[in-house]
């Protein structure tokens, strides 16, 4: 009830009505719905300009919430799109008509119904005289049949549809200045296709045109030409080039030769042409398939493509991975979806013992098999923080149609770049870092990234005799005998070091010796030996052609899907020599020969392997101490990152937890218990910041100057007090229950316990209470860590001395046009360019950077949060409407400046009216 009141208040002072929230779309148009029918004493309808709703998961009775959006009768802008991630990639929306009431909106001026399912062009929308901008990217349209009555549009947008052809009819639309019809099927332009006086911009690329009118190069008012990635053939002889023409791009064609005159013109993109195959199955060249296909540099990680088979592709992201379609990959122009995920935001599983090098590269939408493979090539980069032997290899990850998650290691090719010794000021041993880049075939869409695993050997092992050694350890070894398997089976071995160190740490006894843990994975899972296999496992060095007490040895075993050791000393017969051990088995899991004195503590052991000592850091800003900076970081860095953060103008004290022990590629949870809690406009957004942000995921890779922060606002529980409020921010370890081995503490997860608190009390004396961190929000599966002290100094708020002498200021945070409902909204405009403007408005290219960590591939939450900052440190400026404005002008944004003046004066009216009807103030 508390997030509608906030969106008629909203409605009632801008206008807006943004439903498209992290909510289920179902849950989004109920909402609506609810406005809809809400009193109208509390909500006057005519206030609605903006209206955006999601259209996923469309049922049938659903189409009956779209026909009363008629009765927003003032309505200018409305969005009605798909286009959210799900398992499976994209998710399209279930619009396939327009309802008649649209007809009903006079004032309609922008409309976007992209991500649906139109097959149609909705003719109904003739009758929106008013309609200057129309987007309907990423339908199915295979006509645009009634276009012609759209009298003022201004700019189209049909990229990524089915069309095969341009009607003559849309030369009627004079007033058009912007046509974007990228990613079709049309093969030829009508002849009346250059009759526009006002067009400035045509994009025709991605379409199968063989030929261009000439009468195109002689438009009057044509700026920007876009032809690439066509199938022209021949340049065409004209006259003279229009005056206005400021780039014609011509690249990826079959254009064999350009007139020189063109050739060396800067307006002229011709890169990438080659000579057209005619007869393509049998003149082209496997083997240069992946070679010479020109590189396409991409100015985002998020890119969604139309590819032709018949000339491939290669793309070039600016996180540096590049992948590349080969000639004749499918059998048709293929739809691809392309990002780069953090990885706390994806299912992309990591086996303890493995590190994550790189970012998550998810390809959609996932299933289809290409005739030939894709090359992918990942960066990634690499820091040795342990004594195991590891291999980089590339591995995909998807689901498969029942529901069942897997993986695969690609056959990779490793690219080494570079490989620098570094010295961290907490350690006294130098690391060596590692870049390189790690390619690999692909042939099908999923999750791919780059990861180091525990070096595997493998054989497959016949019915003749075998042998398979450790490349890591060549003294282990498994000896199979003769007909000791009845088919061809696949045997996998890997060796896990341990250091002296982890049994001096918890033994305290610098006479313990072990083994190498020694892994064996058979596939078939259900095979079985018809003789004994002899293992051979190596001795530690430090025993290697010594003397020793053999009793001391003890033999364990352990399931693979375990981690709990058995002693099989007495049933398994050992024999020593100078460098390993023998015995015999018929099955295998896991084993590991031990001192007498580890055989206790080997479960302990073995966690420590696979775990490492990490803190939370939980800091805030001295100039702003709503703002929370918390980072999960190796204990070895706590000292040193802490130092950095507190130049950087943060306090806290303490500012870390004590040291807890996690997994790679574990997931945590952060929660604000206590007086304080998550500042957000709207309940939905504090649950989008509980569930996006306040989540994150542990890795050692993510070294703490450059990666894995959390940042998020905090505010009072009680907006009216006016003294000092504590809380804390709690960190949970998320635990997952079908995890392949479990590192969990022995003990259940604690669900209830209790942090102290200290400040000063009325006379200066330091005291200290107990905070309850129970909280019934938190899951079972939540294993409870530890948590830091976060205070906050509320300000006195603001009274009314008398209602009738209410004053309207526009110009604090919260008070007018810069509350954060109002911002959400000029940050969904701003999209890509939030960081120019970022800069224009002086803020530091640091917190730009932290931005794009904390919100990656999301320009509208990035865009909000930037300009929030600016606001929260501009709030109480007497010229911040003027400075805010002069710097959007001066970013190249004068619609967004105009906008934005024109929102804060309606605001302003619309308020002062709103306070008339109330009578709480004269008129």
Same mark, same amino acid.
């Given at each position: 009830?508390?997030?509608?009141?906030?969106?008629?208040?909203?409605?009632?002072?801008?206008?807006?009505?943004?439903?498209?929230?992290?909510?289920?779309?179902?849950?989004?148009?109920?909402?609506?719905?609810?406005?809809?029918?809400?009193?109208?004493?509390?909500?006057?309808?005519?206030?609605?300009?903006?209206?955006?709703?999601?259209?996923?998961?469309?049922?049938?009775?659903?189409?009956?919430?779209?026909?009363?959006?008629?009765?927003?009768?003032?309505?200018?802008?409305?969005?009605?799109?798909?286009?959210?991630?799900?398992?499976?990639?994209?998710?399209?929306?279930?619009?396939?008509?327009?309802?008649?009431?649209?007809?009903?909106?006079?004032?309609?001026?922008?409309?976007?119904?992209?991500?649906?399912?139109?097959?149609?062009?909705?003719?109904?929308?003739?009758?929106?005289?008013?309609?200057?901008?129309?987007?309907?990217?990423?339908?199915?349209?295979?006509?645009?049949?009634?276009?012609?009555?759209?009298?003022?549009?201004?700019?189209?947008?049909?990229?990524?549809?089915?069309?095969?052809?341009?009607?003559?009819?849309?030369?009627?639309?004079?007033?058009?200045?912007?046509?974007?019809?990228?990613?079709?099927?049309? /093969?030829?332009?009508?002849?009346?296709?250059?009759?526009?006086?006002?067009?400035?911009?045509?994009?025709?690329?991605?379409? *199968?045109?063989?030929?261009?009118? $000439?009468?195109?190069?002689?438009?009057?008012?044509?700026?920007?030409?876009?032809?690439?990635?066509?199938?022209?053939?021949?340049?065409?002889?004209?006259?003279? *080039?229009?005056?206005?023409?400021?780039?014609?791009? @011509?690249?990826?064609?079959?254009?064999?030769?350009?007139?020189?005159?063109?050739?060396?013109?800067?307006?002229?993109?011709?890169?990438?042409?080659?000579?057209?195959?005619?007869?393509?199955?049998?003149?082209?060249?496997?083997?240069?398939?992946?070679?010479?296909?020109?590189?396409?540099?991409?100015?985002?990680?998020?890119?969604?493509?139309?590819?032709?088979?018949?000339?491939?592709?290669?793309?070039?992201?600016?996180?540096?991975?590049?992948?590349?379609?080969?000639?004749?990959?499918?059998?048709?122009?293929?739809?691809?979806? %392309?990002?780069?995920?953090?990885?706390?935001?994806?299912?992309?599983?990591?086996?303890?013992?493995?590190?994550?090098?790189?970012?998550?590269?998810?390809?959609?939408?996932?299933?289809?098999?290409?005739?030939?493979?894709?090359? *992918?090539?990942?960066?990634?980069?690499?820091?040795?923080?342990?004594?195991?032997?590891?291999?980089?290899?590339?591995?995909?990850?998807?689901?498969?149609?029942?529901? /069942?998650?897997?993986?695969?290691?690609?056959?990779?090719?490793?690219?080494?770049?570079?490989?620098?010794?570094?010295?961290?000021?907490?350690?006294?041993?130098?690391? %060596?870092?590692?870049?390189?880049?790690?390619?690999?075939?692909?042939?099908?869409?999923?999750?791919?990234?780059?990861?180091?695993?525990?070096?595997?050997?493998? &054989?497959?092992?016949?019915?003749?005799?075998?042998?398979?050694?450790?490349?890591?350890?060549?003294?282990?070894?498994?000896?199979?005998?003769?007909?000791? $398997?009845?088919?061809?089976?696949?045997?996998?071995?890997?060796?896990?070091?341990?250091?002296?160190?982890?049994?001096?740490?918890?033994?305290?006894?610098?006479?313990?010796?072990?083994?190498?843990?020694?892994?064996?994975?058979?596939?078939?899972?259900?095979?079985?030996?018809?003789?004994?296999?002899? $293992?051979?496992?190596?001795?530690?060095?430090? *025993?290697?052609?010594?003397?020793?007490?053999?009793?001391?040895?003890?033999?364990?075993?352990?399931?693979?899907?375990?981690?709990?050791?058995?002693?099989?000393?007495?049933?398994?017969?050992?024999?020593?020599?100078?460098?390993?051990?023998?015995?015999?088995?018929?099955?295998?899991?896991?084993?590991?020969?031990?001192?007498?004195?580890?055989?206790?503590?080997?479960?302990?052991?073995?966690?420590?392997?696979?775990?490492? /000592?990490?803190?939370?850091?939980?800091?805030?800003?001295?100039?702003?101490?709503?703002?929370?900076?918390?980072?999960?970081? /190796?204990?070895?860095?706590?000292?040193?990152?802490? &130092?950095?953060?507190?130049?950087?103008?943060?306090?806290?004290?303490?500012?870390?937890?004590?040291?807890?022990?996690?997994?790679?590629?574990?997931?945590?949870?952060?929660? !604000?218990?206590?007086?304080?809690?998550?500042?957000?406009?709207?309940?939905?957004?504090?649950?989008?910041?509980?569930?996006?942000?306040?989540?994150?995921?542990?890795?050692?890779?993510?070294?703490?100057?450059?990666?894995?922060?959390?940042?998020?606002?905090?505010? &009072?529980?009680?907006?009216?007090?006016?003294?000092?409020?504590?809380?804390?921010?709690?960190?949970?370890?998320?635990?997952?229950?079908?995890?392949?081995?479990?590192?969990?503490?022995?003990?259940?997860?604690?669900?209830?316990?209790?942090?102290?608190?200290?400040?000063?009390?009325?006379?200066?004396?330091?005291?200290?209470?107990?905070?309850?961190?129970?909280?019934?929000?938190?899951?079972?599966?939540?294993?409870?860590?530890?948590?830091?002290?976060?205070? @906050?100094?509320?300000?006195?708020?603001?009274? @009314?001395?008398?209602?009738?002498?209410?004053?309207?200021?526009?110009?604090?945070?919260?008070?007018?046009?810069?509350?954060?409902?109002?911002?959400?909204?000029?940050?969904?405009? !701003?999209?890509?360019?939030?960081?120019?403007?970022?800069?224009?408005?002086? @803020?530091?290219?640091?917190?730009?950077?932290?931005?794009?960590?904390?919100?990656?591939?999301?320009?509208?939450?990035?865009?909000?949060?930037?300009?929030?900052?600016?606001?929260?440190?501009?709030?109480?400026?007497?010229? %911040?409407?003027?400075?805010?404005?002069?710097?959007?002008?001066?970013?190249?944004?004068?619609?967004?400046?105009?906008?934005?003046?024109?929102?804060?004066?309606?605001?302003?009216?619309?308020?002062?009216?709103?306070?008339?009807?109330?009578?709480?103030?004269?008129?």
């Amino acid at each position: 009830m508390e997030d509608l009141t906030q969106r008629l208040e909203c409605i009632s002072l801008f206008g807006r009505l943004n439903l498209n929230t992290e909510d289920e779309p179902t849950k989004c148009r109920k909402q609506f719905s609810e406005i809809l029918n809400f009193s109208p004493e509390k909500i006057d309808l005519d206030f609605v300009r903006t209206l955006d709703l999601p259209t996923e998961c469309l049922t049938e009775h659903e189409h009956e919430v779209f026909a009363k959006i008629g009765s927003l009768k003032n309505l200018e802008f409305c969005v009605l799109k798909g286009g959210r991630r799900g398992k499976n990639g994209i998710q399209k929306g279930g619009l396939v008509k327009i309802p008649k009431s649209f007809g009903n909106l006079r004032f309609l001026s922008e409309l976007d119904l992209s991500f649906n399912s139109f097959s149609n062009f909705p003719a109904i929308l003739s009758e929106n005289a008013a309609l200057k901008t129309l987007n309907l990217d990423h339908n199915v349209l295979r006509n645009l049949n009634g276009i012609s009555g759209l009298k003022n549009l201004q700019e189209i947008t049909v990229r990524c549809n089915k069309l095969t052809e341009i009607p003559e009819e849309i030369a009627k639309l004079k007033k058009l200045k912007a046509a974007k019809f990228s990613s079709n099927f049309v /093969k030829v332009l009508p002849d009346k296709i250059a009759n526009f006086k006002f067009l400035e911009v045509f994009d025709l690329s991605g379409n *199968l045109l063989k030929e261009i009118p $000439v009468s195109m190069f002689s438009m009057e008012t044509l700026k920007k030409l876009n032809l690439c990635h066509n199938e022209i053939e021949f340049f065409p002889t004209f006259g003279d *080039l229009s005056t206005s023409i400021e780039l014609v791009d @011509l690249r990826f064609n079959f254009i064999p030769k350009f007139p020189e005159k063109y050739s060396n013109d800067p307006r002229f993109y011709t890169k990438g042409n080659i000579p057209k195959v005619t007869d393509f199955e049998e003149k082209l060249d496997p083997n240069n398939d992946y070679e010479n296909l020109p590189e396409e540099i991409m100015n985002s990680d998020f890119n969604v493509w139309e590819i032709s088979p018949r000339t491939g592709a290669c793309f070039l992201l600016p996180s540096g991975v590049r992948i590349i379609f080969p000639r004749g990959f499918s059998e048709a122009p293929t739809e691809v979806f %392309c990002s780069i995920l953090d990885s706390a935001s994806t299912d992309f599983k990591i086996h303890p013992m493995d590190q994550l090098l790189s970012a998550v590269l998810e390809l959609s939408p996932s299933g289809i098999l290409f005739k030939k493979p894709l090359l *992918l090539t990942i960066p990634y980069k690499y820091e040795s923080c342990d004594e195991q032997k590891r291999e980089i290899i590339m591995r995909t990850s998807s689901y498969t149609d029942g529901g /069942k998650y897997t993986q695969e290691d690609l056959s990779s090719t490793l690219i080494e770049e570079t490989a620098a010794s570094s010295q961290n000021s907490d350690e006294s041993a130098f690391s %060596c870092q590692r870049r390189g880049k790690v390619k690999a075939f692909v042939n099908h869409f999923s999750l791919f990234a780059v990861v180091a695993r525990i070096i595997e050997d493998t &054989a497959v092992i016949k019915q003749e005799s075998g042998k398979l050694v450790s490349s890591v350890e060549p003294f282990t070894q498994l000896v199979f005998p003769e007909n000791s $398997v009845d088919s061809n089976t696949r045997v996998t071995i890997k060796v896990l070091s341990v250091p002296q160190s982890i049994l001096y740490d918890i033994t305290k006894e610098r006479t313990s010796y072990t083994t190498s843990i020694l892994q064996v994975k058979v596939s078939p899972t259900t095979t079985i030996f018809n003789k004994d296999i002899k $293992v051979h496992l190596s001795l530690p060095q430090m *025993l290697m052609c010594r003397h020793f007490d053999k009793s001391q040895f003890r033999l364990l075993k352990c399931p693979c899907s375990s981690t709990e050791w058995q002693d099989v000393t007495d049933n398994i017969e050992m024999t020593f020599s100078q460098t390993d051990v023998k015995f015999n088995v018929n099955s295998f899991s896991k084993f590991w020969l031990v001192w007498r004195n580890v055989c206790g503590v080997a479960r302990l052991v073995y966690h420590r392997l696979h775990t490492c /000592k990490v803190q939370f850091i939980a800091m805030q800003k001295s100039s702003q101490p709503t703002s929370v900076f918390t980072q999960c970081v /190796k204990s070895q860095y706590t000292q040193r990152t802490v &130092a950095k953060l507190k130049q950087r103008g943060y306090f806290g004290d303490p500012a870390c937890t004590q040291v807890k022990e996690l997994t790679e590629g574990d997931q945590f949870k952060i929660k !604000i218990i206590g007086d304080i809690r998550l500042d957000a406009h709207t309940d939905a957004y504090r649950k989008h910041l509980e569930e996006k942000v306040l989540i994150g995921r542990f890795h050692k890779q993510f070294h703490p100057d450059e990666d894995g922060y959390q940042s998020f606002p905090i505010s &009072a529980k009680n907006p009216k007090v006016t003294e000092v409020v504590h809380g804390h921010a709690t960190f949970y370890q998320i635990i997952h229950p079908d995890c392949e081995e479990s590192f969990l503490p022995s003990n259940p997860p604690i669900q209830q316990s209790s942090l102290k608190r200290s400040h000063n009390d009325s006379n200066g004396d330091v005291t200290e209470e107990h905070c309850d961190v129970t909280d019934a929000s938190i899951q079972q599966q939540w294993n409870y860590l530890d948590g830091v002290l976060l205070s @906050l100094e509320c300000k006195t708020p603001m009274m @009314l001395q008398d209602d009738k002498e209410n004053k309207l200021n526009f110009g604090d945070l919260g008070e007018g046009v810069f509350r954060d409902s109002n911002l959400w909204g000029f940050a969904a405009r !701003i999209g890509s360019q939030w960081m120019e403007i970022g800069y224009v408005l002086g @803020l530091s290219t640091s917190f730009m950077d932290m931005l794009k960590k904390d919100y990656p591939l999301n320009c509208k939450e990035q865009a909000f949060r930037m300009l929030r900052k600016w606001a929260q440190m501009h709030m109480n400026d007497q010229d %911040c409407i003027q400075v805010f404005t002069k710097a959007l002008t001066n970013a190249g944004r004068k619609d967004l400046a105009d906008s934005f003046t024109q929102s804060f004066n309606d605001g302003h009216n619309n308020f002062k009216l709103s306070m008339k009807r109330r009578k709480l103030i004269d008129n």
